[in-house]
């Protein structure tokens, strides 16, 4: 069973930059998309971007200028770096797996997030 | 960008009620959509994958519809372990998700 962990520091200082890891286990990382997504509380889930584990990436245009995802295979693990933080980067963080599957009846490919982790605060103060 | 629209927000119905949130795409996504359930302080968990396909395991009270700009969710007999947020996410352009709609026992 795939299990995906968040860790990092819980409290970030304004304009500093917010650094956490998700470890993969119970299978490998390998020809996967991941994600890591976050939610404000009491808010919606915001997509913050995902890489491939080849290392190819892609971002949310409103935090992209901001954002870089990076992966580790040989830990199994992938990261999220958020410079510049504020009040309303305060969020729950989560990394899930963002599976590809081939739909036949398309050509084409699905996408879905079916594996999270817990999710981790992360509160952005002085 | 894609922008998803959810409605209603919120909702309250009874045990045994079927249950209909809409979700709407700025523009045509296909059918490249999906659906989560979210209980509270937990992750969200997929219930529906390329707008009507369920995913394995759960039950089959719930189920999507639509292609296009324009889908929908039914859980067609309300259980009180259904409460919860539901969330649908597009992935034709990058990722997004809609708003959220809570459902609540009435």
């Known amino acids: 069973q795939v299990q995906l962990q968040e860790s990092g520091p819980g409290l970030v200082k304004p304009s500093e930059t917010l650094s956490l890891t998700c470890t993969v286990s119970g299978g490998s990382i390998s020809s996967y998309y991941w994600s890591w997504i976050r939610q404000p509380p009491g808010k919606g889930l915001e997509w913050i971007g995902y890489i491939y584990y080849s290392g190819s990436t892609n971002y949310n245009p409103s935090l992209k200028s901001r954002v870089t995802i990076s992966v580790d295979t040989s830990k199994n693990q992938f990261s999220l770096k958020l410079s510049s933080v504020t009040a309303a980067d305060t969020a729950v963080y989560y990394c899930a797996r963002d599976t590809r599957v081939f739909d036949y009846d398309s050509s084409g490919y699905l996408y879905y997030f079916d594996y999270w982790g817990q999710g981790t605060l992360v509160t952005v103060s002085s | 960008d894609i922008q998803m629209t959810q409605s209603p927000s919120s909702l309250s119905a009874s045990v045994g009620d079927r249950v209909t949130i809409t979700c709407q795409a700025s523009?045509?996504?296909?059918?490249?959509l999906n659906w989560y359930q979210q209980k509270p302080g937990k992750a969200p968990k997929l219930l529906i994958y390329?707008?009507?396909n369920l995913e394995t395991g759960v039950p089959s009270r719930f189920s999507g519809s639509g292609s296009g700009t324009d889908f929908t969710f039914t859980i067609s007999s309300l259980q009180p372990e259904d409460i919860a947020t539901y969330y649908c996410?597009?992935?034709?352009?990058?990722?997004?998700f809609g708003g959220g709609t809570k459902v609540e026992i009435k």
């Open positions: 390329d707008a009507s």
């Open positions: 996410q597009q992935y034709d352009n990058l990722r997004t």
């Open positions: 523009q045509d996504i296909s059918n490249y």
